[in-house]
C-alpha cells in the first residue's frame, strides 16, 4: 500500500496561485474592475489621510474646540472688545454662524463657573447679550452646500464604474461580444480601449474632484453639525 503524503506549504501556494491566474484569465474583465476598486479605496485612504490631508481654514468660532480652551478665549476676547467700547450688536454679528444666543450665554456661564479670568467682563457679555434683541447667528438653516459640490464627481465616478461593469458583462455573457453595446442610448464596441479608457478617465477625474471638494464637504458637514446640536 502507498502512503499518501501532504502537499508543503510551498506547493499549496502555488496552486492557489496557479487558479488565481486561471481564475483571472477566464473572467479578465472582471478582475481588472475588482482590482480598480480595490485601488481606489486604498489610494482614497493614502491620499486623504496620508498624502494630501484636509487641513482646516476659515473656521468659525462654533467650530474650535472647547477642549483646548479655543472657544473660551474667543469669547473672552469678545468681552474685551465689548467692554473697549464695541457695540453688542457688533459683539453678537462677530460670532458667527453654529450657535445660537442661548448656547453662547450658557458657554459664557460655564466660564464664569469654572473662574475665568476677567468674570466681571464676561458677565457683563452675557447680560448684555441676554437683554439683545437680536440673534448671534443666522436665522435661516444652514445649508449643506459643500456636500451637493461632492455630488458630480460621485456621478463621474459612478459613471465610470458602471460602464466598467457593463462592459465586462457584455464581454463575458453576450453571444456575440462583437456586437455593439448600447448603454445611455450610445452604441460602442465593448471591446474597443478607447471605451476602456474613458471608464477609466471618469472615475479618476471624479476622485481627483471629489478630493478636491473634500474641505468643502467637511466644512458643511460640520456646520450642519452645529446647527443640529443647537436644535437640541
Known amino acids: ?31 481588472i474592475v475588482i482590482s480598480l476598486l480595490i485601488g481606489l479605496a486604498i489610494g482614497w485612504f493614502l491620499f486623504g489621510w496620508v498624502i494630501a490631508p484636509v487641513q482646516w481654514t476659515d473656521a468659525k468660532p462654533a467650530s474650535l474646540s472647547w477642549e483646548s480652551g479655543y472657544q473660551q478665549r474667543y469669547l473672552s476676547y469678545s468681552a474685551d472688545a465689548l467692554t473697549a467700547g464695541a457695540p453688542i450688536s457688533e459683539v453678537a454679528k462677530n ?4 450657535w445660537n444666543k442661548a448656547q ?39 445649508t449643506p452646500s459643500g456636500v451637493s459640490s461632492a455630488l458630480v464627481p460621485l456621478l463621474l465616478m459612478f459613471l465610470g464604474v458602471m460602464t466598467l461593469v457593463e462592459i465586462n458583462y457584455h464581454l463575458s455573457l453576450s453571444i456575440n461580444p462583437d456586437d455593439p453595446l448600447r448603454l445611455f442610448g450610445i452604441a460602442f464596441n465593448a471591446k474597443s480601449p478607447v471605451a476602456w479608457g474613458l471608464s477609466i478617465a471618469l472615475i479618476g477625474i471624479g476622485f481627483f474632484l471629489f478630493r478636491k471638494a473634500g474641505r468643502r464637504v467637511s466644512r458643511s458637514w460640520n456646520e450642519v453639525t452645529q446647527v443640529m446640536k443647537g436644535g437640541r
Do not use: H
Open 1 to 31: 500500500m502507498s502512503q499518501q503524503t501532504q502537499p508543503s506549504r510551498g506547493q499549496q501556494i502555488k496552486m492557489f496561485v496557479s487558479i488565481g491566474k486561471q481564475l483571472a484569465a477566464s473572467y479578465i474583465g472582471w478582475t
Open 104 to 142: 453662547v450665554i450658557e458657554k459664557l456661564s460655564q466660564m464664569i463657573n469654572e473662574g475665568w479670568p476677567n468674570a466681571d467682563r464676561l458677565t457683563r457679555l452675557r447680560d448684555e447679550l441676554a437683554l439683545f434683541s437680536g440673534e448671534v447667528g443666522p436665522t435661516e438653516t444652514v
Open 95 to 98: 460670532f458667527g454662524e453654529g
